[in-house]
């Protein structure tokens, strides 16, 4: 009989335990969450904004087909990485991550958009503009929800 009243006591407890431990991420699923996006930042701040706004890709600059293939290549790096922090939201009933997680599937949808242009040779001006709002917005959003997302610098292959 005990051994019956402790496994009704037991399930009782995980009964009620469920639900509470699911309410918030753990500190290690929000790390992971914030590495993706601040690995997807990097790959896009490095390999794309920073060379855009040196005229790399400008007609006549020095390596400019090479430059426009590795942002391409970045670009889909970087909606790996932002659909990786996609799936993480999903189940979630974290604010944080709800939060962010709502801005995120037009955001990596841009990002392969865009990089599948560039990986073509094909330079997207106004798609470069748009993906940089979205990441202004994203890591303003981050930051307003006392979780900053800084880069992370993560080796390419091939970059």
Same mark, same amino acid.
């Given at each position: 009989?005990?051994?019956?009243?402790?496994?009704?006591?037991?399930?009782? #407890?995980?009964?009620?335990?469920?639900?509470?431990?699911?309410?918030?991420?753990?500190?290690?699923?929000?790390?992971?969450?914030? !590495?993706?996006?601040?690995?997807?930042?990097?790959?896009?701040?490095?390999?794309?904004?920073?060379?855009?706004?040196?005229?790399? !890709?400008?007609?006549?600059?020095?390596?400019?087909?090479?430059?426009?293939?590795?942002?391409?290549?970045?670009?889909?790096?970087?909606?790996?990485?932002?659909?990786?922090?996609?799936?993480?939201?999903?189940?979630?009933?974290?604010?944080?991550?709800?939060?962010?997680?709502?801005?995120?599937?037009? !955001?990596?949808?841009?990002?392969?958009?865009?990089?599948?242009?560039?990986?073509?040779?094909? !330079?997207?001006? #106004?798609?470069?503009?748009?993906?940089?709002?979205?990441?202004?917005?994203?890591?303003?959003?981050?930051?307003?929800q006392g979780q900053p997302i800084r880069p992370v610098a993560v080796p390419i292959p091939g970059l």
């Open positions: 009989m005990t051994r019956r009243r402790t496994s009704v006591l037991l399930a009782g #407890a995980l009964l009620v335990a469920a639900p509470t431990q699911q309410a918030q991420a753990t500190v290690a699923e929000k790390a992971k969450f914030v !590495f993706h996006l601040g690995a997807a930042y990097y790959a896009f701040n490095t390999w794309v904004w920073k060379p855009y706004r040196q005229y790399k !890709f400008q007609v006549g600059a020095p390596g400019q087909r090479a430059n426009i293939v590795k942002a391409g290549l970045a670009l889909a790096f970087a909606a790996y990485q932002v659909n990786a922090a996609v799936k993480m939201t999903r189940n979630t009933k974290d604010p944080f991550l709800n939060k962010i997680g709502s801005l995120l599937p037009g !955001f990596g949808q841009s990002l392969g958009a865009v990089g599948r242009d560039l990986q073509r040779g094909r !330079f997207n001006e #106004a798609g470069l503009h748009d993906l940089n709002r979205r990441m202004n917005t994203l890591l303003n959003t981050a930051q307003d």
